[in-house]
RNA sequence: UGGGGCGUAGCCAAGUGGUAAGGCAGCGGAUUUUGAUUCCGCCAUGCGGAGGUUCGAAUCCUCCCGCCCCAGCCA
């Protein structure tokens, strides 16, 4: 097995790939550079990430180099927290721009030098109109717009006026800049865009310098040339732009000739990935920041444990494409169990504790046993634990009417402890409430290890773990923020699912489990993957569930 | 009623005129000291619809239907 290679491919099949092989094969471009532009205004989410797999994947695939560019054109949303996070998170998710890493405003200077070129050019004037004015000659989807009392203003008159903006003259929203191009255009993006306005904000980066900021459209392009990016990737709703994209760089004498490629946003049942939803969320406090770890942000998902080889498996099996899709959650938590089952460390906690007393099990004494810390990689090894009288079993575990085909412990049923004995229930102790407190049980001596010497079989193996040797730990539940597969984005705080998180502060598990590093994998015996939260301490362990096993007796039992 | 896109199984998604890949989910079964994992099998006479071209159409043509995006001095 060694040996066999997976040499050829690795890189994917989609529309995009194929033209970046065909823009190498006919010598089109000689290498590919591709760039991921945030804007610094938020948290990275699991969209994000299939956006930054396309961009660093296809670079890496091909040889090229993909660049980080933060597309901060506008000071008034964006904050250093943001532009932390994102590295954070880029090189989390497992890419490295090396040195390439940019921002819009650092061509501010030289994209200020081809507006007056735009100017001189006659293709570009200043316009004085309000926001409401220009609202208005706008025009409608289905109606031209009109062109502007200010349109046929002078060169010299723009330029002066131009840099008197620049120069601070005026007040927000008094002129802006605006590209001559067509009013009557279908798509709107082409009837007069603007260029640059004005803002008297203070910019992250560039401080003061500067009270006028170029648009999104007079950046992006713009800056994909001076990088010297081959391809420029973005989602559907930039196809209406890419003729603008295209007006700009055909009008301007820009270094190099990119191209621009629009593939179809991510989306997930039982999730909303709008920036404006999430924002919300976290500043209304529904959840406990960026990072809780129901949130889908990059941050969440690394909070609650998701391997970010995971997240890169599970957006090459979506693929890239441009029909607008939901992707089903099933397939994501699918790839976060595929990788946790290989490398997460096999261990016992009891969520919900039952107590289990052995009757014949001598007061005062207790053994080890021994159990795996993986069962299908031995190099993993294995740890000791303690056996003794009183035990702790998963409530779920027992119970004293049982359903049909239920094959776990009931009155008079015998089932196996992990690593440890076969035990048979004998009876049940119940409080004043009726409430089942304790299971007094008998166990086979001879069944040490787990084998009874007769061959007699049992129908079921439970996980538990010594009453007096465990530790007790919080545990956090997490399901959907949102019940629905298809919340509406629009009223989102009454989709909310009020059960998305559940916490149980009186779990017990093996003492082997203090003292991991928070993030590392762990799977719970029967239960799912967990990990130690950040909220964790030595004295109080916390761990998080990052998903569940599959379960096919919940499906049976119809729970 | 303008412009730009998109419709292949419950969900993603290959397919580019030669007779519908693959994955997820689901359903059977085998193995199992995790009701996990692993393994095996099943799951589109059908590609939004109707016509047409062709020996042959998911692929080409025509018309129709449905869904998404665009009227920020956001990105």
Redesign the pocket.
């Known amino acids: 097995m060694a040996l066999v290679e997976p040499t050829a491919r690795e890189a994917g099949?989609?529309?995009i790939r194929?033209i970046v092989r065909a823009d190498l094969a006919s010598g089109r471009h000689k290498s590919v550079v591709t760039r991921f532009p945030p804007?610094p205004n938020g948290y990275l989410h699991i969209g994000h990430a299939k956006a930054i797999c396309l961009s660093f994947g296809i670079a890496e695939e091909f040889g090229g180099h993909c660049n980080l560019r933060y597309?901060d054109?506008?000071p008034t949303?964006e904050a250093q927290e943001y532009i932390d996070a994102i590295e954070r998170d880029v090189h989390w998710l497992g890419f490295d721009w090396g040195s390439h890493l940019y921002h819009a405003s650092d061509y501010f200077e030289q994209l200020y030098a081809w507006a007056e070129d735009l100017i001189r050019a006659g293709k570009a004037y200043v316009d004085d109109?309000?926001?409401d004015e220009?609202?208005a000659t706008?025009g409608?989807?289905?109606e031209a717009g009109t062109e502007s009392p200010y349109r046929g203003r002078g060169v010299e008159d723009n330029l002066d006026l131009f840099r008197r903006m620049r120069a601070g003259a005026f007040a927000?929203?008094a002129r802006?800049l605006r590209a001559k191009i067509d009013m009557g255009s279908?798509?709107?993006?082409l009837r007069d865009p603007?260029l640059y306005?004005?803002l008297h904000t203070a910019h992250p980066r560039t401080g003061t310098a500067w009270c006028i900021?170029p648009?999104?459209d007079f950046a992006h392009g713009q800056s994909d040339a001076i990088e010297g990016i081959t391809h420029s990737l973005c989602t559907?709703?930039?196809?209406?732009?890419r003729p603008l994209y295209d007006w700009l760089l055909d009008n301007l004498p820009v270094p190099s000739r990119p191209h621009q490629y629009e593939f179809?946003r991510l989306n997930l049942t039982h999730t909303v990935l709008s920036k404006r939803v999430l924002t919300e969320l976290v500043r209304s406090g529904h959840v406990a920041g960026w990072d809780d770890p129901r949130m889908p942000t990059l941050a969440g998902l690394r909070r609650r444990g998701v391997p970010p080889a995971a997240i890169r498996d599970f957006v090459k099996?979506?693929?890239?494409?441009?029909?607008?899709?939901?992707?089903?959650m099933?397939?994501f938590e699918?790839s976060i169990?595929?990788h946790l089952?290989k490398k997460a460390a096999?261990r016992m906690a009891v969520l919900r504790p039952l107590k289990v007393v052995i009757d014949n099990y001598p007061q005062g004494q207790s053994e080890e046993v021994e159990a795996l810390n993986h069962?299908?990689d031995h190099a993993a090894g294995t740890r000791r634990l303690r056996f003794s009288r009183e035990l702790y079993i998963e409530r779920d575990d027992f119970k004293e009417n049982p359903p049909k085909?239920?094959?776990?412990l009931s009155p008079g049923a015998e089932v196996?402890l992990?690593?440890a004995y076969f035990i048979t229930c004998r009876e049940v102790k119940k409080n004043e409430a009726g409430e089942i407190v304790e299971l007094r049980c008998t166990y086979d001596p001879a069944t040490k290890?787990?084998?009874a010497p007769d061959g007699r079989k049992v129908k079921?193996?439970l996980h538990w773990v010594s009453a007096a040797d465990s530790r007790t730990a919080e545990v956090r539940l997490y399901n959907p923020l949102f019940a629905r597969p298809d919340p509406n984005p629009a009223d989102f705080a009454a989709e909310l699912n009020p059960n998305s998180l559940e916490v149980i502060d009186d779990a017990r598990v093996e003492p082997t489990l203090a003292g991991r590093n928070s993030g590392e994998a762990v799977?719970f015996?029967?239960q799912g993957y967990f990990c130690l939260d950040a909220d964790s301490t030595p004295e109080r362990l916390v761990f998080n569930r990052t998903v569940g096993?599959?379960?096919?007796?919940a499906?049976?039992a119809g729970i």
Do not use: C
């Not at 279908?186 to 993006?189: E, K, S, V, Y």
């Not at 559907?236 to 732009?241: P, T």
């Not at 085909?405 to 776990?408: E, L, P, Q, S, Y």
């Open positions: 099949q989609d529309f194929d804007e597309d054109t506008n949303r109109q309000s926001q220009m609202r706008r409608t989807l289905t927000n929203g802006v279908g798509n709107i993006n603007v306005r004005i900021y648009s999104y559907l709703e930039f196809e209406d732009h179809a099996r979506v693929g890239v494409a441009k029909a607008n899709s939901v992707v089903d099933a397939m699918f169990r595929e089952n096999r069962p299908d085909k239920f094959f776990r196996r992990r690593y290890g787990g084998n079921a193996t799977q015996e029967r096993l599959r379960d096919s007796w499906k049976i």
